[in-house]
């Protein structure tokens, strides 16, 4: 079977199991978690659990950690898996987090997802919210509304990048590589060395061309130790 690049991640999983994936990318809640998660697949699972299930606590520790973590997610995956999104409440998350993000530019892609009109994070008594705490300074003239104080936002939530970087994988790779293809497939082939080059694609959301060229440095580099 040819191989078909994709971006979106394999499925939605039970909230148990994204809650390992959200501990596993390094946001503190008491679960296990799931070593060397997929970053960006648990953050558009995140995203989609705090719009449309409206699990408030996922969504602030998630915003909490693109805040801290923005430098290391791999901007060009995130935006092609959240552009194939049609959940309008989804969209209008990451064209906010797109404005809150805007100093790194990578992430201005995301404001073209969505042009409607704004949308209040909580369906009903949002504007009351607002009128009586203010609005979250994050998310002031994006399309999202949310009132002061809504979205969680305590440091000891959330692992800081050298904490981070000394158990996940993926994520020490993007130090050292930078948050690019590239990282992801030397990760997947660090993981298990004799994986095809279609697999090894197909682990980092990759073009097959891409996770060639890493396959021969990796077995380069590994033939010479």
């Given at each position: 079977m040819a191989y078909s690049r994709n971006s979106q991640p394999a499925r939605r999983p039970t909230p148990g199991a994204l809650t390992g994936q959200m501990v596993g990318i390094g946001m503190n809640f008491a679960a296990t978690p799931i070593p060397d998660a997929n970053i960006e697949d648990t953050l558009l699972l995140a995203a989609e659990a705090g719009m449309i299930d409206g699990d408030l606590r996922v969504l602030g520790l998630l915003v909490h950690w693109l805040e801290v973590h923005q430098a290391y997610v791999n901007?060009?995956?995130?935006?092609?898996?959240?552009?194939?999104?049609?959940?309008?409440?989804v969209?209008?998350?990451?064209a906010a987090v797109g404005a809150m993000l805007q100093k790194d530019r990578r992430f201005s892609r995301l404001r073209t997802l969505y042009d409607g009109?704004?949308?209040?994070?909580?369906?009903?008594?949002?504007?009351?919210?607002?009128?009586?705490?203010?609005?979250?300074?994050?998310?002031?003239?994006?399309?999202l509304q949310v009132p002061s104080g809504t979205l969680r936002?305590?440091?000891a939530d959330i692992l800081s990048p050298v904490q981070l970087a000394r158990q996940h994988a993926g994520?020490?790779?993007r130090v050292l590589f930078g948050p690019t293809w590239r990282a992801d497939v030397w990760t997947a082939l660090e993981a298990e060395p004799d994986i095809t080059v279609s697999e090894a694609a197909r682990r980092a959301y990759c073009a097959f061309a891409t996770a060639w060229q890493v396959k021969q440095d990796f077995d380069l580099l590994k033939a010479g130790s």
């Open positions: 901007v060009d995956r995130l935006v092609r898996a959240a552009r194939g999104q049609t959940e309008e409440r969209c209008a998350f990451w009109p704004c949308i209040d994070l909580i369906p009903v008594g949002t504007a009351f919210l607002v009128a009586r705490h203010g609005e979250d300074e994050r998310f002031a003239g994006t399309p936002r305590r440091k994520y020490r790779n």
